[in-house]
């Protein structure tokens, strides 16, 4: 039983392309995230949906596009890609955004590579 | 703004050792602080959060203790076992999103 699933698990495109990446939550959770992970293996928060609500928004370019079509899924889309998008992008989800937080459950993570 | 250092960045231990992972952070102003485990190529498991209010939490052979005055955590693992290895991630949250740490990269040899 997957709590967190995301697809494609590794994505290799080219410059200049449009992409997307999908994620889903089978937990009943109200929170969703995205987080990028660098090649120096930092990772940091992207964006925050509560309810499909945006809550959070980083210093992200805005040719990432977070979508959340319901409750369950929060998917990312990105245009015209760049070489530094180049990372593994991961999916959480939590019980509530509150400001004490719950524990957050990630998923197996994408691999993008931009060539 | 918040920043996350992990110490050591990498440990190798014998198996069957205990071994302490540090974890710091510069605002002391957070709501809880959890510590992650990644294995290679998958996602990251949730292991303990402790609440700002607590000082230790325990799971089977893991102890996180926080000393929120001081801005530090220690993950305590007992009887390591060559399935331990992995990476271990730090994150505090506060005002902000969670704030992660680099890691501790930790490799038991049997």
């Known amino acids: 039983d997957t709590a967190v699933s995301q697809t494609p698990k590794y994505l290799v495109t080219q410059m200049g392309n449009d992409k997307s990446i999908k994620c889903e939550q089978n937990?009943?959770?109200?929170?969703m995230y995205w987080y990028k992970q660098d090649s120096k293996k930092f990772l940091k928060i992207m964006f925050s949906y509560n309810n499909k609500e945006l809550i959070i928004n980083e210093t992200v370019p805005n040719r990432f596009s977070p979508k959340s079509p319901d409750k369950a899924h929060l998917n990312l889309h990105i245009n015209s890609l760049e070489l530094g998008d180049s990372a593994v992008y991961f999916c959480?989800?939590?019980?509530?955004?509150?400001?004490?937080?719950?524990?957050?459950?990630f998923g197996p993570g994408t691999r993008l590579t931009v060539l | 703004k918040q920043e996350v250092t992990q110490i050591p960045a990498a440990l190798s231990v014998p198996e069957g050792e205990n071994l302490v992972l540090n974890c710091s952070f510069t605002d002391s102003a957070i709501y809880n602080l959890q510590w992650f485990r990644q294995d290679p190529g998958k996602g990251l498991t949730s292991l303990l959060l402790?609440?700002?209010?607590?000082r230790e939490q325990t799971s089977g052979r893991l102890n996180a203790s926080l000393d929120k005055s001081s801005g530090r955590s220690t993950l305590y693992i007992a009887a390591s076992q060559p399935g331990d290895s992995a990476t271990y991630l730090c994150?505090?949250?506060?005002?902000?999103?969670?704030?992660f740490g680099k890691g501790t990269r930790l490799s038991v040899i049997a």
């Open positions: 937990l009943g959770h109200d929170t």
């Open positions: 994150a505090v949250r506060g005002n902000t999103p969670l704030v």
């Open positions: 402790i609440q700002s209010s607590q």
């Open positions: 959480a989800s939590s019980q509530r955004s509150g400001i004490s937080g719950d524990t957050q459950y």
